[in-house]
């Protein structure tokens, strides 16, 4: 909150591809797949390699880290869970607390899988590739090149779509009160 740097660690010589946290645990993952958890004092308490290789992490609790890329794995510990290989790369992941689940960006597409059972839920076809994902209490906003799709996957419905005129969007959250969305654009 005021800006002091708690702690730094090296994690390895390779760039970090993805980083997620819950409840005082880091989780890091380096271009290789190396995998590594951190607890809130910045000791390594976990360090495994997956394959197959991994580029996104989302953390659902200290005890349940989901990672994505050619394929998606959920973790306890060092420990697969369950695993789906069945979809090609994906691109971004994020939690959708509500609903128990994971929702995953896809070439054309997005997916929802059960955080903890990994069965299928529903998905979304997209004109466009998804490249920014959040979530609210209601919908899950997607936002594509131009575009932003507002999801209810509830009721498998998309609720509002627009374009965004000018320039690309990069990245999509929703404001803490979840009454707004923040998006950044290419050049702003």
């Not at 607390?97 to 903890?116: C, G, K, N, Y």
Request: proline content about 3%; overall charge negative; aromatic content about 8%.
């Amino acid at each position: 909150a005021n800006g002091r740097l708690l702690w730094g660690v090296k994690h390895s010589a390779l760039p970090i591809t993805s980083v997620a946290c819950a409840s005082g645990v880091v989780a890091t993952c380096d271009s290789s797949g190396n995998i590594k958890l951190w607890n809130a004092g910045g000791k390594l308490e976990a360090d495994w390699c997956s394959q197959p290789r991994v580029t996104k992490l989302v953390m659902l609790d200290p005890n349940l880290l989901i990672t994505a890329g050619e394929a998606v794995i959920a973790w306890e510990g060092d420990r697969i869970r369950w695993q789906n290989s069945d979809h090609g790369e994906v691109s971004v992941i994020v939690q959708v607390e509500h609903l128990d689940a994971v929702a995953l960006a896809l070439s054309r597409s997005v997916e929802l899988w059960h955080s903890w059972s990994g069965e299928y839920i529903c998905s979304l076809a997209t004109e466009e590739i998804p490249r920014s994902l959040c979530c609210s209490p209601m919908a899950v906003i997607i936002a594509t090149q131009f575009r932003m799709l507002v999801w209810q996957p509830q009721a498998e419905r998309v609720l509002k779509e627009f374009e965004v005129d000018g320039s690309e969007v990069l990245a999509v959250a929703f404001a803490e009160d979840f009454q707004s969305v923040l998006y950044l654009l290419e050049g702003e």
